[in-house]
């Protein structure tokens, strides 16, 4: 595969682990097949181990012969291997707790059983035929040292790729960059970044760690996931594209829908101001912001949105402008007199303080209309009436309003 980096999904596993996310198979068949159009090349798809109706959904993924790798998480312990033996699939993340409070309060182990463990079943993984990756829990908490031995033992024992795990979400980009950087230049395999976003770093800690060296990154949809969730793989994979110019191999036009099916699925609402998917990041008010736009459409737009199959869109609301204004009136069929103009950004700023949202094109055109129905009734009554706009502080004098 020639991409400069791997993007490896686990919406279907990690992203499901988000409070009272329940996929369907149904659901979960449809969003690999989702997936693997979008150009993801491997899914993390599920948890053997968790029992026979796990087995049977990933089963009938892997009777899908979809262009990806499908890879099962599995604990680093024998019968998760033999779950996921059962399920079919070519590839297992075995994960391993890698820092000392946990590989004690989880599995009574020290770093020497532990590294014993990774030997073992790593080997038995890769003698079963597996595409082995080892996951390291905790990877932000562990020994510097310990984490180099166990990249070290992974390899020697034929894993192919080591997960770097920010399970608590507590390093900052900062932190990534120097710890991915330091592991990279003693790593002889290829090295992942499993990022979580407690403290809203997901995103930035993976484009840290891609910097730093890493050439996979662990994502998912919408950042769906325990907590506070993961790294969002479409803002991954529009700032790769954007910032670095790098090479995914993620169709960008297929995220919004991708986004809206995950979304549906996990029966979660998606926030207007989502970075790349969400209903209004490609939508402008402000009337400085909307005149700059209509003269160039980057003056205030550093992601193209067709980059990522989406339209610009102008709405009117409080801090609109006359040109905002105009443009919208325009596409109904309207155009605005500009002695009309003050009068008509008074008016739509209080519309959209009364009903605390944005003014839609009908409404536009009936405050439009009925300004130039008062301005006429106005001119007919002739010199010397006076008709009093008291909230916009407009009025109509000597039949022309000002």
């Not at 297992?92 to 990774?118: E, R, T």
């Not at 790729?161 to 960059?177: C, E, M, Q």
Request: hydrophobic letters at 45%.
């Amino acid at each position: 595969m020639s991409r400069d980096v791997f993007l490896n999904d686990t919406t279907l596993r990690d992203g499901e682990q988000a409070p009272g996310v329940a996929f369907t198979t149904a659901e979960k068949l449809e969003l690999a097949e989702s997936l693997a159009a979008a150009g993801v090349p491997e899914i993390e798809i599920g948890t053997p181990i968790m029992g026979t109706e796990e087995i049977e959904t990933i089963r009938a993924a892997v009777a899908r012969r979809l262009p990806v790798r499908l890879m099962a998480w599995c604990r680093m312990k024998a019968r998760d291997l033999d779950a996921a033996i059962e399920s079919g699939v070519e590839a297992v993340n075995l994960s391993l707790p890698a820092s000392d409070i946990q590989l004690a309060a989880k599995l009574g182990l020290d770093q020497a059983g532990a590294l014993q463990l990774i030997e073992d079943m790593v080997k038995r993984a890769v003698a079963a035929g597996f595409f082995v990756a080892v996951g390291c829990e905790d990877a932000s908490r562990a020994d510097g040292d310990h984490l180099a031995r166990v990249i070290e033992t992974a390899a020697r024992a034929g894993a192919s790729r080591v997960r770097l795990a920010d399970t608590v979400g507590i390093l900052d980009p900062f932190s990534t960059f120097e710890l991915v950087a330091q592991l990279v230049a003693k790593s002889e395999i290829d090295l992942e970044f499993h990022a979580h976003n407690d403290l809203g770093l997901a995103g930035a800690n993976t484009l840290a760690a891609i910097r730093a060296g890493a050439r996979h990154a662990s994502v998912t949809v919408l950042g769906l996931g325990e907590r506070a969730g993961n790294a969002a793989l479409e803002e991954v994979a529009a700032a790769m594209a954007v910032i670095d110019g790098a090479d995914t191999g993620i169709e960008l036009t297929a995220l919004p829908d991708l986004a809206a099916q995950v979304a549906w699925a996990a029966r979660r609402q998606t926030a207007a101001s989502k970075p790349v998917v969400g209903a209004d990041v490609f939508t402008h008010e402000s009337g400085t912001h909307v005149a700059g736009l209509l003269k160039d459409s980057h003056a205030y737009q550093g992601l193209d949105p067709t980059l990522v199959g989406r339209c610009q869109r102008i709405v009117i609301g409080k801090h609109s402008g006359a040109t905002a204004i105009a443009r919208v009136l325009s596409e109904s069929g309207r155009d605005l007199d500009p002695d009309l103009a003050a009068a008509m950004v008074a008016r739509v700023r209080r519309k959209a303080a009364e009903t605390k949202s944005v003014v839609t094109a009908s409404q536009l055109v009936e405050l439009h209309d009925g300004m130039c129905s008062e301005a006429r009734l106005a001119n007919l009554a002739g010199p010397g009436q006076l008709v009093d706009e008291r909230a916009d502080t407009t009025v109509v004098r000597s039949g022309r309003m000002r």
